[in-house]
């Protein structure tokens, strides 16, 4: 019983484009933040791109002007949209749910299994 779960990923030629969904469906009723992190081969798990309740977002510096991560919030589901993909964009992309605490603070991580995304031609 998976209560983060990632889809949308796939095989795409360098230059196309992939939409991911991250839907919850755990215990959370107030979700402070919603974020997306890849693990490359050989690589460890960094982040892409979260976005909070209030709408910040952060980005890493290879997903600038390439990727937006956007909300639904009564469906509980972030998606990044991924455009000009890059073979090194290749990798496991994961969701990270926290949940909104008192005094603008966050809970502790809950993580998806991933979704595969390769970019090959």
């Known amino acids: 019983q998976e209560q983060v779960v990632e889809s949308g990923g796939g095989l795409v030629q360098p230059g196309g484009s992939l939409r991911l969904s991250c839907q919850y469906s755990g215990g959370i009723s107030n979700i402070g933040l919603m974020a997306w992190a890849r693990q490359g081969p050989g690589r460890r798990r960094d982040l892409v791109a979260s976005?909070?309740?209030?709408?910040?977002?952060d980005y890493a510096e290879t997903a600038k002007g390439r990727f937006i991560i956007t909300r639904d919030s009564a469906k509980k589901t972030a998606y990044l949209q991924m455009n000009n993909l890059k073979p090194e964009d290749t990798g496991v992309y994961y969701c990270r749910v926290h949940e909104r605490l008192p005094g603008l603070t966050v809970g502790p991580p809950e993580w998806g299994q991933g979704t595969q995304v390769t970019v090959s031609s």
């Open positions: 976005i909070t309740d209030n709408g910040s977002t």
